[in-house]
């Protein structure tokens, strides 16, 4: 029995031993700032831990698409919500509805607003099955999602605390100022009664989001920006009858562009896939306008609890108004 | 998944190894094949059905085989004397025809899937210079993981019941799982019936020694790959794609980097390999044993991916020398060039369908069957120049085995073994013939910044450091000690300090996650 016993215990020695291991250096490798120099991989969607915690209105989750479309600080100007765009380039939905997670661990939205681009980003079921493992290897273990910091570790990354003290003045917005244009006009929207396949792994946590927005009592938005390179008429149709099982409103405002005053050849960064400065303030201007109708965000401009917005909102204004101007 | 996947290391091979052991022993087979086959599932989804199809096809033909023989061998003992060779002649004939169209069947799917567009480019390309339109259309097939490996394991069954060296498996089981066992599917090594599929089929217990020594193995493997391998990729890729743009030293850096690459790649995958088998109680013959030791490119080719060289020197040289034609060759070589270039005559034909096959089995192109044609000619430049060779060195009183010379035969055989891995590697023949002249020829030095092809001062550091390591673990084995026996007898905080290291030297200093691309084992690709 006794000799049994050993190889049990004596792994479970070296179990616990490597879990401090672990824990140690998950700690020592993970940034303890929320800046770009400390390590933090796109520190410009959370920008938002700097925030005073359950003071953001809105929050818009996705892909590249939401922060070269969408504005907050243009809708704080305007309608004196407050907003963040935690969207990242290539974004996949597993980490759309981590980043939302994450968000929500600080913040109290009345509003999540999802852009649909990511869900048909797959590289198939076992691909997708692969990744997302990965995804919440790294999640649950930051030493697998920062061990490459090994590069650039301080002695702060020894002995200091974890400090998020950077706000992001461009609400996670990121403003480009090149254009290229999208030669294929504005009926890109061949309509069809087809609906493109999404994805299983896509499904699962497009569910989650729902299920974490019902259960967080936040309305959830579907949307898509204009982007002719990306979008057509057969996602635009799986994206409805997804967001319409879940009873979800749907805001497809590829259908909108010529509405919103889109000039393909001025409004575009990339020749149609993603809107530029001037593209996004038209975007922007829709969405503010549909918001204002449908939902009713607070307007915190007056509020003095938020006077940091209106300096945000200064900082905002000279960066734009610089890269418009050079 | 591939093996240093963390859906496989952390959920994939624990819950086979729990659902192995929590099955009754005569069922342990049915999980190890059921986690096959999902292994090549997740893989190769549909295709699967080739791996499928070819179990079915040896477990048939192989019982044909037995059948014939065990009718045969009852007339031939019933027969007369006078009558028995003209039964064991038919019986010969028999089985023949049978092998064959098994074989057929075999190396005719792996034809089809991964060289018909290869032949079929070289005919148009001969239609096309003759003025005529093109025949032969490009497939757009998938290829099966491992096709290339288990196709050699399913010949060489079919071959060795031929033989009588083993009988006819009546467990199709048993058989499918000798065929696609998941730790061997992606890159081998190509083990023989013989070898493994008793020990597959037995379903011994997982063992507390086994399984540490096991994951000793693979850890070491994971190392290998994972800081080493997958470090180096970006350099190399960045050199071999954009050769044009750089300077004679930098393509010769790009050419050592991409054969340590390989290495590290191909036989850090090999010991998860060995490290995973050992776990289930499955001993598999080693595919590497220290190549870069070699002294000749002859004795390098019995080191390195030895079960390949193992399986062409049973399958294909052997047959070949002792067939009836070229033994006549030999008999009348030897007569008018003596002992020694005599035999050669028949040897070098046969050497050459050996490096034409090796070379052709890398891959559909050019530059494979190059690289094969190149090995060819070093090791029959050894052959004929062997007696001169000997003289010198007699006359000379250097002693080829040891000191300096021995060192220098080490140097040489690593340089040529290097500048075959360029054209290996090379995106195309001519590609390969660009670079080799670059770097025979251009001898300007790069500045530090033209180094620097994705790679920082840190990856350096990391790397030197690891190819130390290996570099000393190799020399330590090359002088037969028993390392991890050594380990294992040391005391447990300094063994525990000593797997610690290795495992955070893996999740630190491995190349994975965010910034690198992963690297998938580079002889699946094969």
């Known amino acids: 029995m006794e000799k049994k016993k050993r190889p049990l215990l004596r792994s479970a020695a070296f179990l616990l031993i490597f879990s401090l291991l672990i824990a140690a250096s998950s700690w020592m490798v993970m940034p303890k700032s929320n800046i770009k120099s400390s390590g933090m991989r796109n520190a410009r969607a959370f920008g938002y831990l700097a925030e005073q915690t359950d003071t953001i209105d809105f929050v818009v989750i996705g892909d590249s698409e939401t922060y070269s479309s969408i504005s907050p600080m243009q809708l704080w100007k305007d309608y004196g919500y407050t907003g963040y765009v935690c969207g990242t380039p290539g974004q996949h939905m597993e980490d759309t509805y981590l980043s939302l997670e994450k968000f929500c661990e600080t913040q109290k939205p009345k509003l999540v607003i999802l852009e649909a681009n990511a869900m048909f980003r797959s590289s198939g079921f076992q691909e997708d099955v692969q990744r997302v493992f990965f995804r919440e290897v790294e999640k649950t273990l930051p030493l697998i999602e920062y061990h490459d910091r090994w590069k650039n570790l301080s002695l702060q990354d020894f002995t200091g605390q974890i400090q998020y003290n950077w706000i992001n003045p461009l609400k996670g917005f990121v403003p480009t100022y090149a254009s290229k244009p999208w030669k294929g006009g504005h009926d890109y929207m061949k309509k069809t009664d087809k609906a493109r396949d999404v994805e299983e792994v896509n499904r699962h946590y497009f569910d989650k989001i729902a299920s974490l927005c019902r259960e967080k009592d936040i309305r959830l938005l579907v949307i898509n920006a204009p982007a002719p390179v990306n979008w057509n008429y057969q996602k635009h149709n799986a994206i409805q009858r997804l967001a319409k099982g879940y009873g979800l409103p749907y805001l497809d405002m590829n259908f909108s562009a010529q509405e919103m005053g889109i000039d393909w050849d001025k409004d575009s960064r990339d020749g149609g896939d993603h809107m530029n400065v001037y593209g996004a303030q038209k975007v922007t201007a829709f969405l503010g306008k549909y918001l204002s109708k449908e939902y009713r965000l607070p307007d915190h401009r007056e509020d003095p609890a938020y006077v940091s917005w209106a300096q945000n909102y200064k900082e905002y204004e000279k960066t734009i108004h610089k890269g418009m101007t050079q | ?526």
């Open chain 2, 1 to 526: 998944m591939s093996y240093q996947a963390p859906v496989f290391l952390l959920l994939f091979f624990p819950l086979t190894l729990l659902c192995y052991q929590l099955t009754p022993q005569r069922h342990r087979w049915k999980t190890l094949l059921g986690a096959s086959y999902l292994f090549f599932w997740s893989i190769s989804g549909k295709l699967l059905l080739f791996l499928v199809l070819s179990t079915f096809s040896i477990h048939h033909f192989g019982l044909w085989l037995d059948s014939i023989r065990r009718d045969a061998d009852a007339a031939i003992r019933a027969a007369e004397k006078p009558e028995r060779k003209a039964l064991k002649e038919a019986r010969k004939h028999k089985m023949r025809g049978v092998l064959a169209a098994g074989i057929l069947l075999q190396l005719g799917t792996l034809l089809c899937l991964k060289y018909a567009n290869f032949f079929g480019a070289n005919v148009n390309l001969i239609f096309r210079g003759l003025g005529m339109a093109e025949v032969i259309p490009t497939f757009q097939w998938m290829l099966p993981i491992g096709i290339s490996f288990y196709t050699m394991q399913a010949v060489s069954y079919l071959t060795d019941v031929y033989r009588g060296t083993i009988t006819a498996d009546r467990s199709l089981g048993r058989l499918a799982l000798y065929m696609g066992f998941f730790p061997q599917l992606m890159e081998g090594p190509i083990c023989r019936y013989s070898q493994t599929a008793e020990a597959l089929f037995a379903g011994s217990p997982i063992r507390y020694d086994a399984l540490t020594r096991g994951a000793q193995r693979m850890l070491y493997g994971l190392f290998k790959k994972m800081v080493i391998a997958d470090r180096l990729n970006v350099f190399v890729n960045t050199i071999f794609t954009h050769y044009q743009e750089q300077k004679g030293p930098v393509i010769l850096l790009g050419m050592l980097a991409y054969t340590c690459q390989l290495y590290m790649d191909f036989s850090g995958i090999m010991d998860m390999v060995m490290g995973m088998g050992e776990i289930f109680g499955v001993r598999m013959p080693e595919n590497f044993r220290r190549p870069f030791f070699s002294k000749s490119i002859s004795e390098f080719w019995t080191r390195w991916h030895i079960t390949l060289g193992a399986w062409f020197r049973d399958y294909i040289y052997y047959p070949l020398s002792l067939s009836g034609p070229l033994k006549k060759t030999t008999s009348a070589c030897r007569k008018r060039l003596g002992n020694h270039f005599g035999p050669l005559v028949a040897g070098t034909i046969a050497l050459f369908c050996v490096w034409f096959c090796n070379g052709l089995w890398h891959g559909a192109a050019w530059s494979y069957l190059f690289f094969g044609m190149y090995h060819f000619f070093f090791i029959v430049l050894a052959n004929l120049t062997e007696p001169f060779t000997r003289k010198v060195l007699d006359a000379l009183h250097i002693q080829r085995d040891k000191g300096w010379y021995r060192i220098f035969r080490i140097l040489r055989t690593a340089g040529i073994v290097c500048v075959g891995e360029l054209f290996f590697r090379a995106n195309g023949l001519k590609a390969g013939l660009s670079m080799f002249h670059k770097m025979v020829t251009d001898f300007s030095l790069p500045s530090l910044e033209e180094l620097a092809l994705g790679i920082d001062r840190y990856d350096v550091l990391i790397l030197v450091v690891a190819v130390g390591i290996v570099l000393m673990v190799s020399i330590l084995q090359e002088q037969n000690i028993p390392l991890r026996k050594k380990l294992s007898a040391a005391p447990t905080p300094l063994r525990w300090s000593v797997y610690y290291a290795a495992i955070m030297a893996v999740i630190i200093f491995g190349a994975y996650g965010v910034g690198y691309v992963p690297v998938e084992p580079m002889y699946a690709g094969f």
